[in-house]
């Protein structure tokens, strides 16, 4: 199994830009979860999906968007990117039979500046 | 909202020292995750804990749900085992996902 990927894996945007930053699991879990990590900040959830068809908003989801077209893949867009979205990316996945309480699998990470 | 507190935010230790990461969280969690992140940046779940203790090697977690309290500790330390070390809740209400500590910068001496 390949678990969580990401790709990219480094971006560079212009200030009102847009791109999709692309996840995809392997492991047939229910459950993905969008992170941003700051310098010297905790992460913090920006968006989740418990299933196909079905996402909810996480702590920090202003300027993002995503979709849940099948149980693989958990898309997100940043519409018109701005310099307060310069950020390390984490997508994740979990739950199992113990739902979204079981262990989450990071992928590698997107690092993106906007200039 | 939960608020995770980690301590020591740094530890710079020899090799051998047996190591302690303390997590404190305000508000009930179903489980508490201890995670690793290494310096390349790569995020790996080492614990998944609800209650009690867990032991994985040199590793153990423990976790007290009525103070509101968890620990890592580390035996027979490794200068590999150098990394941030990140304490986060699944509270028991609110949005699914986890909520994060800082992380503790574990360095890890020759």
């Known amino acids: 199994n390949a678990g969580v990927t990401q790709t990219p894996k480094f971006r560079i945007l212009k200030i009102g830009q847009s791109m999709t930053l692309q996840c995809t699991q392997d492991?047939?879990?229910?459950?993905m979860y969008w992170y941003r990590q700051d310098p010297g900040m905790g992460l913090k959830l920006i968006y989740y999906?418990?299933?196909?068809?079905?996402?909810d908003k996480g702590e920090v989801p202003n300027g993002y968007n995503v979709s849940r077209s099948t149980t693989e893949d958990f898309p997100l867009r940043l519409e018109l990117a701005a310099p307060s979205q310069t950020s390390v990316y984490f997508c994740?996945?979990?739950?199992?039979?113990?739902?979204?309480?079981?262990?989450?699998?990071f992928g590698p990470g997107t690092r993106l500046t906007v200039l | 909202k939960n608020e995770v507190e980690q301590s020591p935010q740094n530890l710079t230790a020899q090799e051998g020292e047996f190591i302690t990461i303390n997590c404190s969280y305000s508000?009930?969690?179903?489980?508490l995750h201890w995670l690793q992140q290494h310096p390349g940046g790569g995020i790996v779940s080492l614990f998944m804990?609800?209650?009690g203790k867990k032991k994985h090697g040199r590793l153990i977690a423990t976790i007290n749900i009525q103070e509101k309290h968890s620990s890592l500790h580390i035996t027979a330390s490794h200068p590999r085992d150098s990394a941030v070390y990140i304490c986060?809740?699944?509270?028991?209400?609110?949005?699914?996902?986890?909520?994060f500590g800082k992380g503790s910068h574990l360095i890890i001496q020759p």
């Open positions: 994740a996945s979990g739950g199992g039979l113990a739902g979204s309480t079981d262990t989450q699998y």
């Open positions: 492991m047939n879990h229910n459950y």
């Open positions: 999906s418990v299933g196909a068809g079905i996402t």
């Open positions: 508000v009930g969690i179903s489980a």
């Open positions: 804990l609800s209650s």
């Open positions: 986060a809740v699944r509270s028991l209400w609110g949005a699914d996902g986890l909520t």
